[in-house]
């Protein structure tokens, strides 16, 4: 069974750098996408940042400049979001999205790590 494991997070400061880091487990060797969507209270749950096998990206647009998706997949399918220059607005759960395919196209979420950002 593919599980997810969240690491990172926190409390940062405005101006501040925080980092997150996913990694699937499970038998899992590729995927379709993975990344990260982002909750905050009251808000709908919104795409931050997914990256694909080959490394193509897409980030919510607010996030741009500021937030880096990488993938790691030496070992195990896994991806990282450096976010820098932090602003108060970023505070929400952060949750990682895997997109994979295992007999049919598969979804999966991690449990969600907050992530707080004080001004």
């Known amino acids: 069974q593919v599980h997810l494991a969240e690491s990172g997070g926190g409390r940062g400061q405005t101006g501040g750098s925080l980092g997150l880091f996913c990694a699937a487990s499970?038998?899992?060797?590729?995927?379709?996408?993975m990344g990260w969507y982002r909750q905050a209270p009251g808000r709908q749950r919104e795409l931050v940042a997914l990256?694909?096998?080959?490394?193509?990206?897409?980030y919510l647009y607010s996030v741009l400049g500021r937030f880096t998706i990488s993938r790691h997949n030496a070992t195990k399918v896994s991806v990282s979001l450096q976010m820098n220059n932090l602003k108060p607005e970023d505070s929400a759960v952060y949750y990682c999205?895997?997109?994979?395919?295992?007999?049919?196209?598969?979804?999966?979420w991690g449990q969600g790590t907050l992530v707080t950002v004080s001004s």
């Open positions: 499970g038998g899992i060797f590729n995927f379709v996408t």
């Open positions: 990256i694909t096998p080959d490394a193509r990206t897409n």
């Open positions: 999205y895997l997109n994979y395919l295992s007999g049919t196209n598969r979804e999966l």
